[in-house]
Structures are given as C-alpha cells and as structure tokens.
C-alpha cells in the first residue's frame, strides 16, 4: 500500500475542478466520507488511473473502474461540495491474520496537505473498529518518504518486508494496533 500521487491531468470532464476561493477555510469539517456512488466511480477511477503506481504500469481509467467495481464495497469516497477529493479501501481481512487491510488513500493533489489525508486514515481507523478488528495493515513502496512518515505519525510500525505479488518490488508491512 503506498500514497498515491495523483497528477492534475486527469479528464477534464471526469473530475470538476474546484474554485479556490469557494473552498470553506476548514476543509476538514466539511469533508463528508460515503460509500460511492454509480456517479462516483468514474471520478474514483480516474483518480486511480492518474496515480502511481497505476499510472507507471499504464492501467488505463477503464481498467481502474473494473479494479474498483471489484473492491467497491470497501471503498469510501471523501467529498468536498459534493465533488470526490479522495478516497479510500479497507478490507475486513488482508496479510496479517486477524487485522483489516487499507489498501489505498488517494487525496486530489490540488487539496493535499491539507489534512485530508490524516481524515481519509482516521475513516479507515474507525471503519476497520466497526469490522470488529483489533489491528490494520497496509504495504507502503520503502522509496517513498512522505507516506512511510504519514503512517509512522499516525502510530503505524513496520512489521515486515515482503515482495509485491504484482510489482516484485519490495513493500514495508505496516500496523497499528486500534
């Protein structure tokens, strides 16, 4: 599991822009997180296949919209004035026996750092306790700082190193405990 970053040229009819000068200054507060919507996916999926690692395997948006219609139900979008700023999966059951798997956090990269990304992780904190699990596990790609300090800030340690089943590339297991 790594962050993803996403470029801004995704389809412009895919994803809305967003006026700056309309954005509330508490961007976290008006976040509100659901399941998607049919409406929804497409935006989802462009912000998938705009990301890397998608992006640098040349998973196109229809892939990605078939990736996600396969996880759909574990996936919570983030809106901002009803337009999809972000997302993320957890999964009940994933590598570490007994805890729930964050697959992904994808945040528009016009509205990162701006703590979007700690909401979508405290979603995913608060969706794995409603799964009845005691811990959540993600894979991050060791090269990338930023979310290898993102995670250990939000509590989460290293609990192995394992090789990508798709990439071959190595991953840190990380968790933290509810």
């Known amino acids: 599991m790594t962050m993803k970053q996403v470029d801004p040229g995704v389809e412009a009819g895919t994803v809305p822009v967003l006026e700056p000068n309309s954005l509330p200054n508490d961007l976290v507060s008006a976040l509100k997180m659901a399941q998607?919507?049919?409406?929804?996916?497409?935006?989802?999926?462009?912000?998938?296949?705009?990301?890397?690692?998608w992006k640098s395997r040349g998973e196109t948006q229809e892939e990605s919209l078939q990736a996600l219609t396969q996880l759909r139900p574990y996936?919570?979008?983030?809106?901002?004035?009803?337009?999809?700023?972000?997302?993320?999966?957890?999964?009940?059951?994933?590598?570490?026996?007994?805890?729930a798997y964050m697959r992904n956090i994808v945040v528009r990269p016009d509205l990162r750092k701006r703590g979007l990304g700690m909401v979508l992780l405290n979603?995913?904190?608060?969706t794995a306790r409603d799964m009845y699990r005691k811990t959540i596990a993600l894979r991050v790609d060791p090269a990338n700082g930023p979310?290898?300090?993102?995670?250990?800030?939000?509590?989460?340690?290293?609990?192995?190193?394992?090789v990508s089943k798709k990439s071959g590339k190595l991953r840190l297991l990380m968790?933290?405990?509810?």
């Open 36 to 53: 998607p919507s049919d409406e929804d996916m497409g935006t989802v999926a462009a912000l998938r296949a705009s990301s890397d690692p």
């Open 123 to 126: 979603h995913a904190v608060n």
């Open 147 to 162: 979310a290898v300090s993102f995670y250990r800030k939000a509590g989460f340690t290293t609990v192995a190193t394992v």
């Open 75 to 99: 996936i919570q979008v983030a809106k901002l004035q009803s337009q999809v700023v972000g997302y993320v999966t957890v999964e009940r059951d994933g590598p570490v026996p007994g805890a």
């Open 175 to 178: 968790s933290r405990e509810l």
